[in-house]
T-cell receptor
Framework: DTGVSQDPRHKITKRGQNVTFRCDPISEHNRLYWYRQTLGQGPEFLTYFQNEAQLEKSRLLSDRFSAERPKGSFSTLEIQRTEQGDSAMYLC???????????????FGPGTRLTVL | KNEVEQSPQNLTAQEGEFITINCSYSVGISALHWLQQHPGGGIVSLFMLSSGKKKHGRLIATINIQEKHSSLHITASHPRDSAVYICAVTNYGGSQGNLIFGKGTKLSVKP
């Protein structure tokens, strides 16, 4: 399968624990996005990488959240000291940039569903 | 007010019916996307458009830039079309391609 993959698919944790999610984008895609989706809502932008550079972070991304893409390939999203409000689906997407314009189709992974007890 | 509004929020149809889902947005955009999300979370991109109309199988997407409005039509609907349909936009002059999403329209097609 050459699509976007995410691991794990489901994570249940206790409040206060740290969790880390991984996203593997489509191999030739240089852009990688993280989104969060709570029940009944549309996804919300968290952060975005072009290659290994993290170019933008949403105000939703508190200090407890950190994302990396060390070699410009896979990315990790870590949440420290989880809170019940962090319970959500965390979605990763990737896209390829086109010469002369950045606005390209995004391909989504299956998501990681986080439940904080 | 959300930057991307969809209507209706929920839609129930009988198999074979023609379905329309609407999306209005309040920001300047470079592109508008229609996405499909099945239970379990996976999102599939259906269309990306910046003008006019696109068709793929039984799905048709239109956009009116002047009115800041887009519609997604499904002809001859089928129970397998049951999903959440999400409208999203790429904000012109904003971030490098991150999407602003509507809340989605939950479609249920009954046999």
């Amino acid at each position: 399968d050459t699509g976007v993959s995410q691991d794990p698919r489901h994570k249940i944790t206790k409040r206060g624990q740290n969790v880390t999610f991984r996203c593997d984008p489509i191999s030739e895609h240089n852009r990688l996005y993280w989104y969060r989706q709570t029940l009944g809502q549309g996804p919300e932008f968290l952060t975005y990488f072009q290659n290994e550079a993290q170019l933008e972070k949403s105000r939703l991304l508190s200090d407890r959240f950190s994302a990396e893409r060390p070699k410009g390939s896979f990315s990790t999203l870590e949440i420290q000291r989880t809170e019940q409000g962090d319970s959500a689906m965390y979605l990763c997407a990737s896209s390829a940039s086109l010469a002369g314009g950045p606005y390209n189709e995004q391909f989504f992974g299956p998501g990681t569903r986080l439940t904080v007890l | 007010k959300n930057e991307v509004e969809q209507s209706p929020q929920n839609l129930t149809a009988q198999e074979g019916e023609f379905i329309t889902i609407n999306c209005s947005y309040s920001v300047g955009i470079s592109a508008l996307h229609w996405l499909q999300q099945h239970p379990g979370g996976g999102i599939v991109s259906l269309f990306m458009l910046s003008s006019g109309k696109k068709k793929h199988g039984r799905l048709i997407a239109t956009i009116n830039i002047q009115e800041k409005h887009s519609s997604l039509h499904i002809t001859a609907s089928h129970p397998r079309d049951s999903a959440v349909y999400i409208c999203a936009v790429t904000n012109y002059g904003g971030s490098q391609g991150n999407l602003i999403f509507g809340k989605g329209t939950k479609l249920s097609v009954k046999p």
